[in-house]
T-cell receptor, first 111, second 116 residues
Framework: QKEVEQNSGPLSVPEGAIASLNCTYS??????FFWYRQYSGKSPELIMS????GDKEDGRFTAQLNKASQYVSLLIRDSQPSDSATYLC???????????FGSGTKLNVKP | GAVVSQHPSWVICKSGTSVKIECRSL??????MFWYRQFPKQSLMLMAT?????????EQGVEKDKFLINHASLTLSTLTVTSAHPEDSSFYIC????????????FGEGSRLTVL
């Protein structure tokens, strides 16, 4: 079983719609959760971090964490073609000395 | 956000030669850096954890004699691919936690290695 699981996609949404990206993790001791965006041929860039249950909003992005269900999600409102990328879910251990990445979900936002 | 700089951004070398990739934290000190490899259309694969002043910790299946890691200072880690072969061609990315207690990882720009 992989540490972090994501649907590989591609997920296609029309411009202006809400894109919903999901991630599950296996280690209940995980303490930190991150979403990274990676454009083709580029390195990942941090979009959101979340540490406690509930929602965290930053502009058009909302991260949701449910530790009981071992589930973390990312919502992108008013999706734009420039949001088309692969989104990586990452989970960190309690002392931040180990991070596990999901395989990524490819998002396509159609104009 | 914190800045991690990686150099070179791309390199082409002949089979059998060695290539060194540098990773620097520009505005923070990094006692730990992570080295990843990414093949086309695949996710990041952690190769090793670089620790300042001590030996690197390699993931299972990664040859430590082939991928030499040196963490010489709190701002510099290097990855040397020794006796490179075409199958080593990949995108190598370093990252570092800022140490601010948030656990956020910041990535270098990546180094694309092509071995002929």
């Amino acid at each position: 079983q992989k540490e972090v699981e994501q649907n590989s996609g591609p997920l296609s949404v029309p411009e202006g719609a809400i894109a919903s990206l999901n991630c599950t993790y296996s280690d209940r001791g995980s303490q930190s959760f991150f979403w990274y965006r990676q454009y083709s041929g580029k390195s990942p860039e941090l979009i959101m971090s979340i540490y406690s249950n509930g929602d965290k909003e930053d502009g058009r992005f909302t991260a949701q964490l449910n530790k009981a269900s071992q589930y973390v999600s990312l919502l992108i409102r008013d999706s734009q073609p420039s949001d088309s990328a692969t989104y990586l879910c990452a989970v960190g251990q309690y002392n931040f000395n180990k991070f596990y990445f999901g395989s990524g979900t490819k998002l396509n936002v159609k104009p | 956000g914190a800045v991690v700089s990686q150099h070179p951004s791309w390199v082409i070398c002949k089979s059998g030669t060695s290539v060194k990739i540098e990773c620097r934290s520009l505005d923070f000190q990094a006692t730990t850096m992570f080295w990843y490899r990414q093949f086309p259309k695949q996710s990041l694969m952690l190769m090793a954890t670089s620790n300042e002043g001590s030996k690197a910790t390699y993931e299972q299946g990664v040859e430590k004699d082939k991928f030499l890691i040196n963490h010489a200072s709190l701002t510099l880690s290097t990855l040397t691919v020794t006796s490179a072969h075409p199958e080593d061609s990949s995108f190598y990315i370093c990252s570092a936690p800022t140490g601010s207690g948030t656990g956020e990882l910041f990535f270098g720009e990546g180094s694309r290695l092509t071995v002929l």
